[in-house]
């Protein structure tokens, strides 16, 4: 088994946004028994990674970068699914979402399926998400967390509104927040006052164990 070429063909894919090569690739990352939170990060997260640079730079326009980003949802979807399925036994609530302004949720799904996998509650409000919802739903299901990702520089301000509205309303002390995103950083989490940062993820999920007291 060659990783290296299946990674190569995953980022190309991407790239090329090549809609009817995606399954090949997924289909062979998976009999092969690659892990497929692997081929995300190690493939395709690559290429959108390349496209994305390349849309900085002018070079690709935002019709190339929507599809390249769809088939890249195409891709996590067929392999999320493959997952095995999540633990039986409930270890926490989960709110989590985009915040307002944002319409990116390739990372945050990745998240939500990653945190059921491994036995969390999640309620996922999706993406362009008002501070207010975050906090209405995290009370009304009694949520231990509440999970917001920003893409953009321009709407991280809403991570910190939230931290501001939980100590307002003086439920900061019952509901453990944790943020991410490619702009954010462990030191905005710091900055803000949320309890958790993570990069990626596998990371969310240990992250948010700890944040619970959880040990294996
Ligand atoms: C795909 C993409 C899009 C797609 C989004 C599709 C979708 N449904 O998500 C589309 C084409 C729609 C899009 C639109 C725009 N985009 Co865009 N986009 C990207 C791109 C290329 C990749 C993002 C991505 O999916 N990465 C792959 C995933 C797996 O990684 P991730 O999101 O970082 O998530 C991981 C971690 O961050 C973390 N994580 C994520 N969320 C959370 C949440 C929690 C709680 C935790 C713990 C962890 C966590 O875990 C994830 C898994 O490992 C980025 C470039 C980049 N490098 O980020 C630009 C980028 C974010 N976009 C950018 C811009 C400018 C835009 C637009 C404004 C363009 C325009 N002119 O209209 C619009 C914004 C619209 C809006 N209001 O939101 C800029 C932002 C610049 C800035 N300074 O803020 C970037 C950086 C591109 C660039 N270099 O210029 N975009």
Redesign the pocket.
Known sequence: MDKEKLFKDAQDIIMKSDNNGVEEVTRRALSEGIDPLEM??EGF?VG??M???L??RGEVF?PE??Q??EV??KASGILMAALPKGREAKRGAVV?GTVR????????I??VTMLQANGFEVLDLG?DVETAKFIEKAQEINADVI???S?????MKYQKELEDELKKSGMKEKIKT???????TRRWADRIGAD??????SE?VR?VESLLGIKE
């Open positions: 995300i990060n997260r959108i990674t496209v994305g640079e849309f900085e935002l970068l929507i390249s980003a890249m949802k989590i302004g944002d319409i990116h949720d390739i990372g945050k990745l998240v993406h999970g917001t990702s893409l953009l520089t321009t709407t944790i943020v991410g995103g490619a702009p954010v958790a940062y993570a990069e990626n993820a969310a992250k």
